[in-house]
Protein backbone atom coordinates (compact mmCIF):
# COMPACT_ATOMS: atom_id res chain seq x y z
CA UNK A 1 0.00 0.00 0.00
CA UNK A 2 1.75 3.31 -0.87
CA UNK A 3 1.72 6.28 1.43
CA UNK A 4 -1.66 8.08 -0.36
CA UNK A 5 -3.92 4.82 0.04
CA UNK A 6 -2.60 4.57 3.58
CA UNK A 7 -3.51 7.88 4.50
CA UNK A 8 -6.96 7.91 2.71
CA UNK A 9 -7.85 4.53 4.78
CA UNK A 10 -6.82 6.12 7.97
CA UNK A 11 -9.29 8.91 7.46
CA UNK A 12 -11.82 6.11 6.30
CA UNK A 13 -10.90 4.33 10.04
CA UNK A 14 -10.85 7.55 12.04
CA UNK A 15 -13.78 9.15 10.92
CA UNK A 16 -16.36 5.95 9.97
CA UNK A 17 -19.03 8.11 8.65
CA UNK A 18 -16.46 9.61 6.33
CA UNK A 19 -17.23 10.09 2.42
CA UNK A 20 -14.30 10.69 0.11
CA UNK A 21 -15.45 13.13 -2.92
CA UNK A 22 -14.95 11.79 -6.49
CA UNK A 23 -14.71 13.88 -9.56
CA UNK A 24 -16.38 12.99 -12.70
CA UNK A 25 -14.78 11.28 -15.52
CA UNK A 26 -14.25 14.81 -17.35
CA UNK A 27 -10.80 14.60 -14.92
CA UNK A 28 -10.08 10.89 -15.76
CA UNK A 29 -6.33 11.14 -16.76
CA UNK A 30 -5.39 14.36 -14.50
CA UNK A 31 -3.35 13.79 -11.73
CA UNK A 32 -5.02 14.14 -8.46
CA UNK A 33 -2.88 16.08 -5.12
CA UNK A 34 -6.01 16.65 -3.42
CA UNK A 35 -8.25 14.69 -1.55
CA UNK A 36 -11.64 15.87 0.07
CA UNK A 37 -13.59 14.06 2.62
CA UNK A 38 -16.91 14.82 4.36
CA UNK A 39 -16.17 14.07 7.94
CA UNK A 40 -19.76 12.86 8.26
CA UNK A 41 -23.48 13.43 7.18
CA UNK A 42 -25.12 16.80 7.91
CA UNK A 43 -21.65 18.58 9.07
CA UNK A 44 -20.32 21.50 8.24
CA UNK A 45 -16.80 20.31 8.25
CA UNK A 46 -14.52 19.05 5.65
CA UNK A 47 -11.11 17.02 5.65
CA UNK A 48 -8.43 18.05 2.50
CA UNK A 49 -5.71 16.13 1.85
CA UNK A 50 -3.10 17.23 -0.08
CA UNK A 51 0.05 15.46 -1.55
CA UNK A 52 2.67 17.62 -3.04
CA UNK A 53 3.94 15.09 -5.92
CA UNK A 54 7.06 14.65 -5.27
CA UNK A 55 7.80 13.03 -2.42
CA UNK A 56 5.60 11.80 0.75
CA UNK A 57 4.91 15.04 1.92
CA UNK A 58 1.02 15.88 2.51
CA UNK A 59 -0.71 18.53 4.54
CA UNK A 60 -4.18 17.57 6.05
CA UNK A 61 -6.48 20.39 7.15
CA UNK A 62 -10.39 20.42 8.58
CA UNK A 63 -11.96 23.27 6.78
CA UNK A 64 -15.04 25.02 8.15
CA UNK A 65 -18.00 25.88 6.36
CA UNK A 66 -20.98 28.45 7.37
CA UNK A 67 -23.47 25.90 8.01
CA UNK A 68 -23.91 21.86 6.96
CA UNK A 69 -26.34 23.13 3.63
CA UNK A 70 -23.83 25.30 2.20
CA UNK A 71 -21.09 22.26 2.58
CA UNK A 72 -23.50 19.92 0.56
CA UNK A 73 -24.29 21.90 -2.22
CA UNK A 74 -20.22 22.55 -2.48
CA UNK A 75 -19.67 18.65 -2.16
CA UNK A 76 -22.30 18.19 -4.75
CA UNK A 77 -21.36 20.65 -7.29
CA UNK A 78 -17.65 18.94 -7.17
CA UNK A 79 -17.87 15.82 -9.30
CA UNK A 80 -18.33 18.50 -12.05
CA UNK A 81 -16.41 21.79 -11.11
CA UNK A 82 -13.96 21.07 -9.16
CA UNK A 83 -12.09 22.08 -5.66
CA UNK A 84 -12.02 26.32 -5.99
CA UNK A 85 -15.39 26.48 -4.61
CA UNK A 86 -14.37 25.03 -1.29
CA UNK A 87 -11.95 28.03 -1.04
CA UNK A 88 -14.40 29.75 0.85
CA UNK A 89 -13.70 26.96 3.98
CA UNK A 90 -11.99 28.40 6.88
CA UNK A 91 -9.20 26.18 7.93
CA UNK A 92 -9.67 24.95 11.43
CA UNK A 93 -6.71 23.06 11.74
CA UNK A 94 -3.56 22.56 9.32
CA UNK A 95 -0.87 19.88 9.58
CA UNK A 96 1.99 19.52 7.37
CA UNK A 97 4.06 16.24 7.40
CA UNK A 98 6.02 13.00 5.89
CA UNK A 99 5.28 9.68 5.67
CA UNK A 100 8.46 7.98 6.82
CA UNK A 101 6.35 4.37 7.07
CA UNK A 102 2.65 3.09 8.57
CA UNK A 103 1.71 4.99 11.50
CA UNK A 104 5.42 7.12 11.61
CA UNK A 105 4.63 10.72 10.13
CA UNK A 106 6.84 13.37 10.86
CA UNK A 107 5.42 16.92 11.81
CA UNK A 108 6.30 20.02 9.60
CA UNK A 109 4.29 22.67 11.06
CA UNK A 110 1.07 22.54 12.72
CA UNK A 111 -1.48 25.15 13.55
CA UNK A 112 -4.77 24.26 15.39
CA UNK A 113 -6.41 23.60 18.94
CA UNK A 114 -4.82 20.40 19.89
CA UNK A 115 -0.92 20.49 21.18
CA UNK A 116 1.38 17.83 19.72
CA UNK A 117 4.03 16.92 21.96
CA UNK A 118 6.60 15.62 19.07
CA UNK A 119 7.59 16.00 15.48
CA UNK A 120 6.77 12.18 15.43
CA UNK A 121 3.26 10.87 15.39
CA UNK A 122 1.26 8.26 14.51
CA UNK A 123 -1.92 8.21 11.81
CA UNK A 124 -4.47 8.59 15.07
CA UNK A 125 -2.48 11.35 16.48
CA UNK A 126 -2.98 13.44 13.11
CA UNK A 127 -6.13 12.58 12.50
CA UNK A 128 -6.80 14.05 16.12
CA UNK A 129 -5.27 17.30 15.58
CA UNK A 130 -7.46 18.26 12.60
CA UNK A 131 -10.74 16.62 14.10
CA UNK A 132 -12.85 19.89 14.83
CA UNK A 133 -14.49 17.74 17.60
CA UNK A 134 -11.82 17.60 20.36
Not at 118 to 123: D, V, Y
Amino acid sequence: MNSLDYLREEIRTYYPESKELQLSEAFDGQRRFNFYFEIAPEQRHLLYLNWDGDIDGFTLKCLEFPDANLLKELADAYTEKGSKMFNIGQPVATLSFVYQGKDNLRVRNYKGKSHIDSHEISARSLMYAVNPFE
